[in-house]
């Protein structure tokens, strides 16, 4: 190869240098940034691609300690969570509250920046995201696109120097276009989800490979990356129910909660299955006839696209209320309220006929491409 052709070869590369920048609060934020990394693979396979946790101990042991707070706050204090969130919501508050994360977080950023040069740097955090946009007002070298993984607009998300947003729904950009932002950095695109989603086997097959009793309806339940959302007590109140179900349990990284559902499973009159954290996640829903979770952002967007129909309930305050008014507004979800009872919901749910409208009504969410549609907008001659 001549010197020129290397020299080249050598800037189409250094012009695809892509961070991902997310954080394992969760594993939502985190399940996006994957997505996004398999397909910016698949369609720049010449490009260097990586995906750092920016709230790992590795990246700074401060922001470590913040993580571990936020997730103390919410086994503990969740009403303390909400009224932070409804705070930092306000236009002001939104500002400080970004700003004071910010600063924090900047040196830790300008360390990542400097290792890894790259030419674009994508957020699936506000976090990062926060911290990313005040560095690129010092060095605006670097494009820096973010992907709100919520079905609702918070001003936390909302930074000065982001060039490219990428957002759930239609009202959100239009809630951005009379805040001012620029036309042309907002793009609807959905939230990102696993490229597993599109290859799932069918109904049929995936039912008879876990063994799942012919005829029985299953009933999928999980609660995030994290175990939360009282799983324990729900599989406890599906016993009551007499039909006999397959219950389909998901503990996450949460090993308590998975030997204790093992230990149930001994002595329920239901098909009980348990698995910890797993990326067999699609193939569980395809077999499912209903989900119940926390109305976590991704876990809502794979059922939407998979047409699976949700029962919502212990959302975290906040962010996750949203995304169950969201559900709940476009008939794909029921959400369970504080008291009231969660067997005769799922009871009624059964017997009421209502699965197949809530399917179609997922399925209308769903957005299967929208990884591909974050790619094809940021590298549109690829």
Same mark, same amino acid.
């Given at each position: ?12 590369k ?109 957020c699936?955090?506000?976090f990062?995201?926060g ?31 982001v060039?490219h947003?990428f ?8 809630e ?14 959905g ?12 109904? %049929?097959?995936v039912? +008879? ?10 009933? $999928? =339940?999980? @609660? &995030?990356? *994290? ?8 599989v ?52 499912a ?43 794909a %979800?029921?959400?369970? +309220? ?10 009624? $749910? =059964?017997? @009421? &006929?209502? *699965?197949p ?26």
């Open positions: 190869m001549s010197a020129k052709g290397a020299d080249m070869e050598q800037k189409t250094a012009a695809k240098r892509i961070l991902i920048l997310t954080a394992s609060i969760g594993s939502g934020h985190t399940k996006a940034a994957e997505a996004i990394a398999t397909e910016l693979r698949r369609a720049l396979p010449g490009a260097e691609i990586t995906t750092v946790d920016f709230m790992a101990r590795r990246i700074s042991f401060l922001h470590a300690l913040m993580k571990k707070a936020y997730l103390v706050m919410l086994d503990f204090v969740p009403n303390l969570y909400d009224v932070f969130y409804k705070l930092s919501g306000g236009k002001a508050g939104g500002k400080a509250t970004q700003g004071a994360f910010a600063r924090v977080m900047a040196p830790a950023m300008r360390r990542l920046l400097r290792r890894y040069a790259p030419n674009l740097v994508l699936t955090h506000p990062p995201e911290a990313a946009a005040l560095v690129k007002r010092e060095d605006p070298s670097f494009t820096l696109a973010t992907v709100m993984t919520d079905y609702s607009l918070h001003s936390i998300w909302l930074c000065p120097h060039d947003y957002m759930a729904t239609e009202a959100m950009r239009e951005m276009r009379a805040r001012g932002f620029a036309e042309a950095s907002l793009h609807v695109t939230i990102p989800v696993a490229q597993a989603l599109a290859v799932v086997p069918d109904y %049929a097959s039912r +008879h490979a876990m063994a799942i009793e012919q005829g029985q309806r299953a009933i $999928l =339940l999980m @609660g &995030g990356g *994290l175990g939360l959302g009282g799983i324990e007590e729900t406890e109140a599906l016993e009551s129910i007499p039909e006999r179900l397959a219950l389909l349990v998901v503990a996450g990284r949460n090993e308590a909660l998975k030997e204790r559902v093992q230990d149930f499973a001994d002595r329920s009159h239901h098909q009980v299955f348990v698995w910890g954290y797993t990326d067999r996640v699609p193939v569980l829903m395809r077999a006839n209903l989900l119940i979770t926390k109305p976590g952002a991704l876990t809502m967007s794979e059922a939407f696209v998979l047409g699976l129909p949700m029962l919502l309930h212990d959302p975290i305050p906040g962010p996750e209320t949203e995304n169950a008014v969201y559900a709940t507004r476009h008939r %979800a029921v959400w369970l +309220h504080p008291g009231e009872d969660l067997a005769a919901a799922v009871r009624s $749910l =059964l017997a @009421g &006929g209502s *699965l409208a809530m399917a179609n009504a997922a399925q209308r969410c769903g957005r299967a491409g929208a990884a591909s549609a974050i790619v094809r907008t940021l590298f549109p001659y690829e």
